[in-house]
């Protein structure tokens, strides 16, 4: 495959406290792809080979994912991510950007953004967190979590494809729950199970969970001046199509809404060329190649 993801160089950037690794692939005017919960880059192998002949695409592995080397001492939760991904962004040399996240990517996202103004000249956004919707089935995960051997009983529970299929699992992600099974289990669902390290870095992210750095993303929304595309699964039980479609009135800098009706949760793992084209022509509309270096 042309662009492949998968063997793409994984360089590092060195944060002191973690490791970031990091891929490269494509050229032109740069884009950073910042993956969901619980996964890791390679959730954009099927995304970024859309992109990459005309955009390059940065894709890093959030602290506790994927190829990322994390310690004790690297920090945790929405915030601090997008803190983290600033100062890579800043190793990375980057002026001038777009962004594309997806869940708690994308809420990570949406602060980085808001943080960096104008040098984010064009936003994505894909089943991610709503200001002041605070979903019962993830209000019911973190709770479970927090049970004594929660964790680990969650972790077992995530290898039953039988709980995976449910809509505790990955039924509520694919409209097609299917694809869960394949490609996707052997990259995001086998490790979780078999490895207790991978599995920990993952409940980094939802160690001290706090809604109301959900609930302040409204006031983010008010301070990112690139144009927002807002794409949706129809069917996500997490964060519901007419809440993101009402939150679209938020962003300063204007947002479109697009949804798709057999879609859930994993709107880009689902439907991967449906997802990069859209993702390409909001680009190629938005972003002004005049003004955004080009990276070769």
Known sequence: MQHDLRTAPVRFLDLGHTRLAHRVVGHGPDVVLIHGWPLHSLTWRDVVPRLA???????????????TEWTKATPFGIEAHAQTMTRAIELLGLDRFALIGHDSGAAIGRYVAANLGSRVVANVVSGSEIPNHHPLLLTFLLAAMKLPGGTFLLRKA??????????????????????????????????LVRDRRVFAGQLGLTQGWDWSVVDRLEDAHARITGPTLLLWGARDPYFPAKKAEAMASQFAGGARFVSYADARLFVHEEHPERFGDEVGRFFDEVIPRQAVRASA
């Open 53 to 67: 002949d005309r955009y390059r695409c940065h894709v890093i592995d959030l602290p506790g994912t994927g190829a």
């Open 158 to 191: 995530l290898g039953s494809r039988t709980f995976g299929r449910s809509v505790f699992g990955w039924g509520a992600c694919f409209a097609d729950v299917s694809r869960a099974d394949g490609e996707f289990r052997t990259l995001f669902v086998e490790p």
